[in-house]
């Protein structure tokens, strides 16, 4: 298995905090290599690797790098703010892809240290009630994921175009299709913060413009209004901040006047199965 840790460098307690609880996992040692996303990253312990990208491409360009720089059959992503608060962790996710040829991906349950909950939006369902349950579902968090390098591979990787917000979801749709199966697995424990999505500065026109994107590039042409339309509704009965949501309306905007990239659209023997898994593509 290879680790992948995307980093500013403006965490670096925390960065070491997670490369060691990746170095202290049971079972064979795992490969570590870490993205600094436009920074140099000092003081990395061996034997990790480094890789440096010229400037902060975003998210998903980075956690790309660091899957091209690795070599695992397993890719483990992990945010640099976050650890492995378990030991067996690591050797538990191998059990799972071992004994399951069609697991594809993994999303872990995010955990928080100092409530030891865990939040609705990182449960990637919409029966969110329990996160403690695991179970079949439609896309993955990419801070807490394993996913298969086949799968990375043969999907497209993350689309690093979207910089940040719902990538994950499009190659989780692409992985779907491809007849992989993503589990939520909520014995897979990462320890983060309880943060919101909402404190990075980009996020309410990248969450819009991406969420377009997504639709373009991967619905079957007559979903891409109905799936569009709910989330408008959603994010207009949710938004309580004005200024917000006239952001958030300039980036749904810029996502019809930009290119998304290829369009590769699902079959409908997935939209049809991503319902019977609970969510199908139209929220």
């Known amino acids: ?45 061996p034997p990790v690797r480094f890789v440096r990208l010229p400037e902060n ?7 790309n790098a660091g899957a091209a720089a690795s070599s695992g059959e ?15 962790t690591v050797e538990h996710l191998r059990r799972s892809f071992g004994s399951r040829p069609d697991l594809g991906i993994v999303s872990m349950r995010i955990c928080d240290p100092e409530t030891g909950r865990s939040m609705r939006r990182h449960v ?16 993955f968090l990419g801070g807490a994921s394993v996913m298969r390098r086949e799968v990375w591979r043969d999907c497209g990787g993350l689309p690093a175009g979207f910089f940040f917000a719902h990538e994950e979801t499009d190659l989780a749709w692409q992985a ?9 697995d ?18 309410y026109r990248l969450n819009a413009r991406n969420r377009v994107w997504l639709a373009r590039r991967n619905l079957p042409a007559a979903l891409v209004p109905v799936y569009l339309g709910v989330w408008c509704a959603l994010t207009v009965a949710r938004t309580r901040d004005v200024a917000a949501l006239r952001v958030w309306w300039r980036g749904f905007a810029e ?29």
């Open 1 to 45: 298995m290879s680790c992948v840790v995307l980093t500013l460098g403006d965490r670096s307690a925390e960065l070491h905090r997670a490369l060691d609880s990746v170095a202290a996992q049971d079972g064979d040692p795992v490969e570590v290599v870490v993205v600094g996303n436009g920074v140099d990253v000092p003081d990395l312990p």
């Open 57 to 63: 491409g975003g998210i998903p360009a980075g956690r």
């Open 74 to 88: 397993l890719v483990l992503f992990l945010d640099d703010d976050g650890w492995l608060p378990q030991r067996g």
């Open 124 to 139: 990637p369902r919409l029966r969110a009630g329990d996160p403690e349950r695991s179970s079949l579902v439609t896309t």
């Open 176 to 184: 779907l299709d491809a007849g992989w199966a993503i589990e939520y």
């Open 186 to 203: 909520a014995e897979a424990v990462m320890c983060h913060p309880a943060t919101a999505a909402s404190r990075h500065e980009l996020y």
């Open 255 to 283: 996502g019809w006047r930009t290119d998304p990239g290829a369009r590769r659209p699902i079959s409908w023997r997935t939209v049809l199965r991503m319902a019977r898994l609970g969510r199908p593509p139209v929220v």
